[in-house]
T-cell receptor
Framework: KAGVTQTPRYLIKTRGQQVTLSCSPI?????VSWYQQTPGQGLQFLFE???????NKGNFPGRFSGRQFSNSRSEMNVSTLELGDSALYLC??????????????FGDGTRLSIL | AQKITQTQPGMFVQEKEAVTLDCTYD???????LFWYKQPSSGEMIFLIY??????QNATEGRYSLNFQKARKSANLVISASQLGDSAMYFC???????????FGTGTRLQVFP
C-alpha cells in the first residue's frame, strides 16, 4: 500500500511568488492535514480537510490556503511568499478523520526555500 | 490551554540500553489521544505508538512502550534495547475532539552511541 505522497520534494522560490504543494493521501484515507515545520516555531498545524471541506484551520495568515478534491488529494497554496515561509511542509492523512485511535500518516514533506 | 511539553532537548543512550523520553500534556478535555512520532534526519514523520485517554493499559508496540500516567498528565515513551537506527528526533503529540489536528511538542533529539 502506497504511503502519503507529497510533490515536489524540494522547491526554491523568490519573495513575492506563489507556490502550490500537492499531497496524495493513502488510498482510502479521507482526512488530510497540513503542517509547517521550522527550526524556530517547530511543528504548527495549518489546516485539515475532510470530504472536501476544511474542518479546522491553524493560526496562519490568509496567504496560506488549501483545498481537497473528491479523490481526497489535497493542495496547499501560499501566495506572496515571504522569507519566513521557508520550511518543511508536511502532509498527513488518516482513515476516518474522526475521534479514534487511527494515527495520521505523514508524507516525506516538501522543503520550501525562499530566496 | 492545550499544550505538549517535552523538556529534554537532547538525550544520549548507549546501544542496547533502554531510554525514556518525557512528555507532559495539558488539556481540560476528557477525551484525547496521545501519539509519538519519530523523525529521522531525512524528514519523514514515522508513527510509533498511540495511547487513548480512556485506555487502561499502557500501549506497547515492539520495542516501544508508553508509560501513561493520567493523573500526572504524562505520556513518556520508553525505547528498550536501543539501536543505532533509533537516532532521530522524537515528537509527542496530542489530538483533541473530532478532528485530526495534532498539537506537537518541541521534540527530543535522541542519539544512540555504540
Amino acid at each position: 500500500k502506497a504511503g502519503v505522497t507529497q510533490t515536489p520534494r524540494y522547491l526554491i522560490k523568490t519573495r513575492g511568488q506563489q507556490v502550490t504543494l500537492s499531497c496524495s493521501p493513502i488510498s482510502g484515507h479521507r482526512s488530510v492535514s497540513w503542517y509547517q515545520q521550522t527550526p524556530g516555531q517547530g511543528l504548527q498545524f495549518l489546516f485539515e480537510y475532510f470530504s472536501e471541506t476544511q474542518r479546522n484551520k491553524g493560526n496562519f495568515p490568509g496567504r496560506f490556503s488549501g483545498r481537497q478534491f473528491s479523490n481526497s488529494r489535497s493542495e496547499m497554496n501560499v501566495s506572496t511568499l515571504e522569507l519566513g515561509d521557508s520550511a518543511l511542509y508536511l502532509c498527513a492523512s488518516s482513515l476516518t478523520g474522526d475521534y479514534s485511535n487511527q494515527p495520521q500518516h505523514f508524507g516525506d514533506g516538501t522543503r520550501l526555500s525562499i530566496l | 490551554a492545550q499544550k505538549i511539553t517535552q523538556t529534554q532537548p537532547g538525550m544520549f543512550v548507549q546501544e542496547k540500553e533502554a531510554v525514556t523520553l518525557d512528555c507532559t500534556y495539558d488539556t481540560s478535555d476528557q477525551s484525547y489521544g496521545l501519539f509519538w512520532y519519530k523523525q529521522p534526519s531525512s524528514g519523514e514523520m514515522i508513527f510509533l505508538i498511540y495511547q487513548g485517554s480512556y485506555d487502561e493499559q499502557n500501549a506497547t508496540e515492539g520495542r516501544y512502550s508508553l508509560n501513561f500516567q493520567k493523573a500526572r498528565k504524562s505520556a513518556n515513551l520508553v525505547i528498550s534495547a536501543s539501536q543505532l537506527g533509533d537516532s532521530a528526533m522524537y515528537f509527542c503529540a496530542m489530538r483533541l475532539g473530532d478532528t485530526d489536528k495534532l498539537i506537537f511538542g518541541t521534540g527530543t533529539r535522541l542519539q544512540v552511541f555504540p
